[in-house]
């Protein structure tokens, strides 16, 4: 399928419901709360009444489906490759938050058959109509899988803590994704947020050293999206596979989460995010496959 037919799909998909918005959190290394990051938004986001459905493309590893508390029955495998269709790969979790294992099906798109990537493109349009936000949790660290969907999504929180190391992989994955060739800092916008820090003014300070050598050394623009303070009650809410903005909405990292749930819906005032909707997501991985 070449890149003309992917855009008539889209196009008419366009003219008959709005494209759903989809947000990529990621991390330059892995157990700095990336997953945690992805659920806890998207169960805020449903409060305040937008449908929300999460991608777990960190291939491999489980972590989005064990804090659910639900093993998916179908993958994004079975609708590449068994005639599922977009409703049927979708498990439904807490607050009826939406659940797609991307399996390893998404590594295998670029060797298929047009007939088969225009069934799997007319079926992410439907994602479309059932959805208003989709969050990519990708895998943790610089990967080709990762940097496609960051290059894809246009918009992406990138989790960072105080640690060291922390900082210093998030600059390599940004290092990474500025020198992959398809990179545009017109369109994608990184939103960096503070996790595990004791009080705002900590977080401030970590973006503004992370910003300082991102601004003089790769030139991408980043925006500080908030904090996530350390927090007891995320951990209790953690071993029992429960998000924390449900088992504890007043504990303090609920709040937080609460707080960068409104920033990104900009209700407080603000241009609105544009969306390239699924199939424009995805089309955009495939056609840098080709």
């Known amino acids: 399928m070449d890149q003309a037919e992917q855009l008539r ?3 008419a998909s366009q003219q008959i419901r709005p494209l759903a918005r989809v947000i990529t959190v990621t991390s330059g290394k892995g157990g700095v709360g990336k997953s945690n990051t992805a659920i806890n938004l998207a169960i805020q986001f449903r409060k305040m009444g937008k449908r929300v459905i999460i991608l777990d493309a960190d291939f491999g590893l489980a972590n989005i489906e064990i804090m659910f508390g639900a093993v ?3 993958n994004l495998c079975d609708l590449i490759y068994q005639g599922k269709n977009i409703k049927e790969i979708i498990t439904w979790g807490p607050m009826d938050v939406g659940f797609i294992s991307g399996g390893s099906g998404i590594a295998g798109m670029s060797n298929l058959s047009r007939d088969y990537l225009n069934y799997i493109i007319k079926n992410l349009v439907e994602l479309d109509a059932i959805t208003d936000i989709v ?3 990708t895998g943790a660290g610089i990967s080709d899988a990762v940097l496609e969907f960051l290059v894809a999504s246009g918009e992406i929180i990138l989790v960072t803590t105080p640690e060291p190391t922390s900082i210093t992989d998030s600059y390599s994955l940004l290092k990474a994704l500025q020198r992959h060739p398809r990179y545009r800092s017109e369109d994608t916008k990184v939103k960096m947020l503070a996790n595990r820090v004791e009080k705002e003014a900590e977080g401030v300070t970590l973006f503004n050293k992370l910003n300082a050598v991102v ?3 790769l030139k991408i623009p980043m925006t500080y999206l908030g904090y996530v303070p350390q927090d007891n009650q995320l951990t209790k809410a953690v071993m029992q596979q429960m998000p924390v903005s449900m088992q ?3 504990a303090k990292s609920s ?3 609460e707080r960068v749930a409104v920033r ?3 209700l407080g005032g603000g241009a609105p995010q544009k969306s390239r909707g699924m199939a424009g997501f995805f089309s955009h991985i495939i056609s840098g496959r080709k």
């Open 9 to 11: 799909i889209i196009k």
């Open 72 to 74: 998916p029955k179908h």
């Open 135 to 137: 969050i990519v949790d």
């Open 215 to 217: 601004t003089r050394y």
């Open 248 to 250: 504890s909405p007043n």
């Open 255 to 257: 709040q937080a989460y």
């Open 264 to 266: 990104l819906l900009d």
